[in-house]
């Protein structure tokens, strides 16, 4: 079976979310003698990284627009069908997110996005596993049409190092007019997006006012983690709305999630859920987040976190 | 400026998750149904807003079984001139976008908004979809919308910022946080939908490509353990040696 997989990138840099997409794509490849031919759209620094994360081949599509998810799936679908190929994965990130219903869609193809699974063949189709109902259950679906469009949940698959030398060709292709135009782009530079972070350190209610968030900064400076917070804090402002995380915010699942003064609302829960190991940090032991937590400190935060803070730096040095 | 509105039902944020019949079926037994959270608070709001500044023709459009007329007549009373219900059970997210593109492949309209995801299927898929079978432009998590000289001007979420995007009618845009703020329907709202039209419409017949095998539970934690909050060692060393996390 083969597979095409779409590799995005920042001004030329590989996201984080492009090498899983890429190992997800050449392992599945890989198990069905297939080939896993990465797609990239525009200037890229150094394309043949891919060839590490395992693509035997990939394709550089001349182009020097912004993102457009009308043109992105175009060239995909068109791509696929040179290629002979059968699916196409994509990141459940937000371009990603954005391309997986209108590629299905225009191809013809079944699709399942937010995938944390490795698919699983059967004689009547492909079977991949999802997040349903806010992280709070999974659901199996079976992809039955011959096409089929997945997009793959970040930081569900770690990208494995593979090496390899993949061939890098410039296709030739007619880019569709668009009928978006990107007037500017504003993006936090060097900053991780909180979906790709391994280590979350988030606040709450608690935290009683964004004078106090240094707290929590100097928490993530050390323990080199992405800030996050709870939807209340976000609805007034005391932190930009795209750190709120939950079940009507982002969703993630880093190795370390600290809960900071949160209570763990059941709203709450479902966007941090899947996080390896949680850890509580509350001054109420009856919160209900220390049910869904690994590890628990019952204590006024504004003594605690400075003191994980000295135990994490005299740790880390 | 007509302006159509797709709402979706969603179980209650607090809802139990449970599953019948062989983990097949979600247990709907004493579920509370709502209006899913990103279509309420904001595309349907977005829209009464456009509704109320530019004079827009504002049209709910539900897919779903009568039992989903109690969702449409809040939205109704939030705001909007009519709703259409398109006479369904839902079996996915493409049955959904198909009915949608039905239907509104012979109609005229400037804009169609989608909340961003429903918080059931978690799909992201429906407004890409519709926008796919009706070949019209798409922009999703938009968490601001702007009508300027016949466009619309947006602002989608991207990882770390946004990238503002102009695109001209007719568009279908998925709608983020931000993009407007929650209403309560009042008294009068809600008097005044009773008169509102709801029509029904009849479905069309769909093919599934993707069948739900069967649904799980995450496993449960195993139970917390509690750290002195004197001794941030003795948690820094349990995060290292025994999570292995730092
Ligand atoms: C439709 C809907 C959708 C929602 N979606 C989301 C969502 O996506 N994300 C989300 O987060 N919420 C969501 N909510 C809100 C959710 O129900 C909770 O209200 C919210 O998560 C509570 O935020 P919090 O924990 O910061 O505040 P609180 O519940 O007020 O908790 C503050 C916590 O801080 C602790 N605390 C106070 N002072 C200290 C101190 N000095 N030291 C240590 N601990 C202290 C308290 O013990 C308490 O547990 C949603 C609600 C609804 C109805």
């Known amino acids: 079976m083969n597979i095409l997989v779409f590799a995005d990138h920042i001004n030329g840099q590989f996201k984080k979310t492009a090498f899983e997409s890429v190992s997800y794509a050449s392992r599945v490849a890989k198990s069905n003698n297939g080939i896993c031919t990465a797609v990239v759209l525009g200037k890229m620094n150094d394309p043949a990284k891919l060839s590490g994360f395992g693509a035997n081949k990939i394709l550089e599509v001349p182009y020097d627009g912004k993102f457009s998810s009308n043109v992105y799936s175009s060239v995909l679908m068109e791509l696929a069908n040179r290629e002979n190929a059968e699916l196409v994965v994509v990141s459940h990130d937000l371009n990603g997110k954005s391309i997986a219903g209108l590629l299905a869609a225009k191809w013809g193809a079944g699709s399942v996005t937010g995938v944390v699974s490795m698919p699983e063949f059967h004689n009547d189709g492909m079977d991949v596993v999802k997040g349903v109902f806010s992280a709070k259950a999974y659901a199996r679906y079976r992809i039955k049409s011959a096409k089929k469009v997945i997009s793959v949940m970040p930081n569900a698959f770690p990208p494995e190092e593979v090496g390899g030398d993949a061939n890098i060709e410039s296709v030739n292709i007619s880019i569709p007019a668009d009928r978006i135009e990107v007037l500017s782009v504003e993006r936090a530079e060097g900053k991780v997006p909180l979906p790709e972070a391994d280590i979350v350190v988030s606040g709450g209610r608690g935290l009683k006012g964004p004078e106090n968030w240094h707290l929590l900064e100097d928490l993530a400076t050390t323990i080199g983690g992405v800030l996050a917070c709870s939807r209340p804090v976000a609805d007034v402002d005391w932190r930009p709305h795209n750190e709120h995380v939950g079940q009507t915010g982002i969703v993630i699942r880093p190795k370390l999630y600290i809960a900071v003064g949160i209570s763990g609302a059941i709203q709450h829960l479902a966007g941090v859920n899947n996080s390896k190991v949680i850890v509580v940090i509350n001054k109420d032991p009856e919160a209900p987040f220390y049910k869904a937590a690994d590890y628990g400190v019952v204590g006024d935060l504004f003594e605690v976190v400075p003191r994980l803070n000295e135990a994490l730096k005299k740790y880390l040095k | ?246």
Do not use: H
Request: proline share 4%; hydrophobic share 45%.
């Open chain 2, 1 to 246: 400026m007509e302006v159509i509105v797709c709402i979706s039902k969603s179980p209650d944020t607090t809802a139990r998750i449970a599953f019948t019949d062989q983990n097949t079926k979600y247990d709907e037994q004493g579920v509370q149904f709502i209006m899913n959270p990103f279509d309420e608070f904001y595309a349907l709001v977005r829209g009464v807003e456009l509704q109320e500044k530019e004079g827009a023709q504002l049209t709910f459009l539900n897919v779903g079984p009568a039992s989903n007329d109690i969702i449409i007549r809040k939205a109704l009373a939030i705001g909007g001139n009519k709703a259409v219900r398109i006479d369904t059970e839902p079996k996915s997210a493409w049955d959904v976008a198909k009915q949608i593109a039905s239907y509104l492949k012979d109609k005229t309209f400037d804009l169609v908004l989608f909340g961003k995801e429903t918080i059931d299927y978690n799909g992201s898929e429906v407004g890409a979809m519709v926008a796919g079978i009706l070949d019209l432009p798409f922009v999703s998590n938009a968490s601001k919308l702007e009508f300027e000289n016949g466009n619309f001007i947006l602002n989608r979420d991207i990882e770390g910022g946004i990238e503002k995007i102009r695109v001209a009618a007719p568009c279908i845009i998925s709608a983020a946080k931000g993009m407007a703020e929650q209403r309560i329907p009042n008294m009068r709202g809600i008097m005044m939908a009773k008169t509102k039209p709801l029509e029904v419409v009849p479905a069309v017949e769909t093919e599934d490509l993707v069948e739900l095998v069967s649904y799980s539970l995450p496993v449960e934690k195993s139970g917390v353990k509690l750290v002195d909050p004197e001794n941030m060692d003795e948690l820094v060393r349990l995060l290292s040696e025994e999570a292995k996390v730092i």
